[in-house]
Nanobody, 129 residues
Framework: QVQLVESGGGLVQAGGSLRLSCAAS????????MGWFRRAAGKEREFVEA????????DYANSVKGRFTISRDNAENTVYLQMNSLKNEDTAVYYC??????????????????????WGQGTQVAVSS
């Protein structure tokens, strides 16, 4: 089991920056790929960025390319999302998710939310113009 708690959300002006954190509990964090997803009001939840269990590979949505960076610290059981040059369209609830890699059906990093096993409660990010 992995429990996830996001923090760092808030209100920021367009062009500004925020860093989201996701603190994980449980012994299997270091064996989990981690992802950030977001849901804007009235829209489906969408993939933002992901990092493998060892930090070796990351993947990201085109909409955040060059602006957002995911990282992790396995010693601290924490994953981060650094968000720069924020835009109004980045306004959403941001969710942290974990995908356990120690299963026979694991095939590598995923952008599909249905392949993630554990989810946080989310943190609101609001970008004002």
């Amino acid at each position: 089991q992995v429990q996830l708690v996001e923090s760092g959300g808030g209100l920021v002006q367009a062009g500004g920056s925020l860093r989201l954190s996701c603190a994980a509990s449980g012994r299997t964090f270091s064996r989990c790929d981690m992802g950030w997803f977001r849901r804007a009001a009235g829209k489906e939840r969408e993939f933002v960025e992901a990092i493998t269990w060892n930090g070796g590979t990351t993947d990201y949505a085109n909409s955040v390319k060059g602006r957002f960076t995911i990282s992790r610290d396995n010693a601290e059981n924490t994953v981060y999302l650094q968000m720069n040059s924020l835009k109004n369209e980045d306004t959403a609830v941001y969710y942290c998710a974990a995908r356990y890699t120690g299963t026979y059906y694991y095939t590598g990093p995923s952008t599909d939310e249905y392949e993630y096993d554990y989810w946080g409660q989310g943190t609101q990010v609001a970008v004002s113009s």
